[in-house]
């Protein structure tokens, strides 16, 4: 839900606020290690490989800030009543999406158990 929750509203007054999915930093670690590596990958690769993961050379631009390590959040202080009405409305849009998703990932589940709630 977080990457929905962050539509761009450039024509809101905004503030920036550092990204939490990189940390600001503008990039990530890869995908293909997102799990990690197991300790007989790590003892595969030669000397550079290990040197080059360790300093980051695999990782990747941040999808949530797009590379900058920033967010632009509304800054509602500043925002007028009509705009707030219709960040509320927004908001509620999500959570909605939110509860429709988790709705339908526990009746998937409940599906591979058999049609049993687990």
């Not at 509203?9 to 940390?23: F, K, N, Y």
């Not at 030669?46 to 980051?56: K, S, W």
Request: hydrophobic share 30%.
């Amino acid at each position: 839900m977080i990457a929905r929750a962050r539509r761009s509203h450039p024509e809101l007054p905004h503030r920036w606020i550092i990204c939490d999915a990189c940390r600001g930093e503008g990039r990530r670690d890869h995908p293909a290690f997102s799990n990690g590596i197991t300790s007989s990958e790590w003892e595969e690769w030669d000397q550079d490989d290990r040197e080059n993961y360790m300093r980051g050379a695999y990782d990747v631009g941040c999808n949530d800030c797009g590379g900058s390590g920033k967010i632009a959040v509304p800054d509602i202080g500043r925002c007028t009543f009509a705009q707030k009405r219709e960040l509320v409305l927004e908001r509620r849009a999500l959570e909605r999406e939110a509860r429709e998703d988790s709705a339908g990932e526990r009746y998937l589940r409940m599906m591979e158990n058999g049609g049993y709630c687990s």
